[in-house]
């Protein structure tokens, strides 16, 4: 997107403060549990992710995530909603070495969003609250270069950090982005009572659930509940459960160095085959296969 000079200005000043954070290829933490940082340096095949609820600035390349049919790009100088915990296929598709993929993602949890809406009044959006993309505005990336200085001045954070944290997100409900998050956040909505029921599978996917237990929290029928909610995340509510399983079972060999019979049953597995069945109809390749590649690549 063509930007003036003022702005690209900002921008270079930005992405060196994010690489100072990232010096090599990944995601990276900050002293803000809520900021990271990532980074990479050539483009990659699709990946099952795991999005979670917050915004995402592109600062630099590209990238694609791909739910269901549908395909959202975001490119450099754009910001992507993640409203609710969404289970996408994440690909750069535009990074080099001399021009690395380099984002902010910030998270926010709803009733956050919720507490900031009090001070406005704009309506809601109609319609589902699936990934949206937007502009990057100077007021955004302004707010955004002056959060990443202040990891400089770690006896500033504590105060200063959530109030910028706050800015952002001002912008961005006072942006074209906002009716959509004023739809999740406010009142009782279809989209609300969506993302009540995948935090619930969020915090429990290692356990069993009631898909009547699930529609009773949503207040829909069972059958409603399954439309709405593949409306939304492009899965059934199990297939949603199924693929945090297999994600963070995949985190727990490669992290914590567990087996696939371990992690199948830290996750919720009864049946090691059954999980290394479905570990490879998502991943490609049964667990030892993937992790020795994974390991092998890092």
Not at 108 to 125: F, I, K, M, S, V
Not at 185 to 202: F, K, S, Y
Request: glycine share 6%.
């Amino acid at each position: 997107m063509p930007i003036d000079d003022d702005l690209s200005a900002l921008r270079e000043r930005t992405i060196a403060l994010a690489l100072d954070r990232a010096p090599a290829d990944g995601l990276h933490g900050t002293a803000l549990p809520w900021l990271r940082v990532i980074r990479a340096s050539a483009p990659a095949l699709p990946v099952p992710a795991i999005y979670e609820p917050g915004l995402v600035l592109v600062l630099q390349g590209r990238k694609q995530a791909q739910i269901g049919e549908r395909t959202v790009h975001y490119d450099a100088m754009q910001c992507l909603l993640v409203p609710v915990t969404t289970l996408p296929r994440g690909r750069v598709v535009e990074a080099s070495a001399s021009k690395p993929y380099v984002c902010l993602r910030l998270s926010c949890e709803t009733q956050a969003l919720a507490e900031l809406l009090l001070d406005g009044d704009a309506p809601a959006a109609d319609g589902d609250a699936g990934l949206q993309v937007a502009p990057v505005t100077a007021p955004l990336l302004d707010a955004a270069q002056r959060l990443l200085q202040l990891l400089d001045a770690p006896q500033d954070l504590k105060t200063l950090a959530p109030l910028l944290q706050r800015e952002i997100f001002y912008r961005v409900l006072t942006g074209p982005l906002g009716p959509r998050l004023r739809a999740l956040a406010q009142g009782d909505g279809v989209a609300r009572r969506l993302n009540r029921v995948i935090e619930q599978l969020t915090r429990r996917f290692d356990q069993p659930f009631s898909i009547d237990e699930l529609a009773a929290l949503a207040h829909m029928s069972p059958s409603t509940l399954h439309l709405r909610f593949k409306q939304l995340t492009a899965l059934s509510p199990l297939q949603f459960q199924k693929s945090l399983r297999l994600q963070h079972a995949r985190r727990l060999m490669l992290s914590d160095g567990l087996d696939a019979a371990s992690a199948a049953h830290r996750v919720g597995y009864e049946s090691p085959s059954q999980f290394s069945r479905e570990y490879r109809r998502l991943f490609g390749a049964p667990p030892r296969e993937d992790i020795g590649q994974l390991r092998a690549r890092a």
